[in-house]
């Protein structure tokens, strides 16, 4: 119907299985913030941002016997400790790997574009980046 009748639709939702079958684009939130911009293929296969790769990890395997290129990544600290603050990243006290000069805590960093139509918003990630993570 979306492609017969020329529609769009946005559909919010915590299921980020649903996400990746429903969408051709995928923003990821994090605090109110978008962090992360992509088409679904991509971002479900190259997640860049820290928050996002810990959301996929999340997602039950169908086959548990089968090889995951990763493990499930658990972030320290409460989610709502970077809310409010206004300064920084809000990301950065959970982050696993925030920059070593401060920059992460000093400024919010903005979405970026780091390849084609994939936009990230984190200042490790380093701009037009390739290969997988």
Known sequence: MQ??????YLCISHDLVVGEYLSDRVLV??????VEEAHA????RSPRH?????LLSAIPRLDPGRKVAGERIVLPGESESGAGSG???PCEPHCPDPRKDGECKRRVQSLGLKARGHRVAC???PERFSGKS
């Open 50 to 54: 820290p928050y996002t790769r810990t």
């Open 87 to 89: 300064k920084g990243c």
């Open 41 to 44: 293929y991509d971002l479900y």
């Open 29 to 34: 939130m994090y605090l109110g913030r978008i």
């Open 123 to 125: 200042g490790k990630v």
């Open 3 to 8: 492609e017969e009748l020329g529609l769009t």
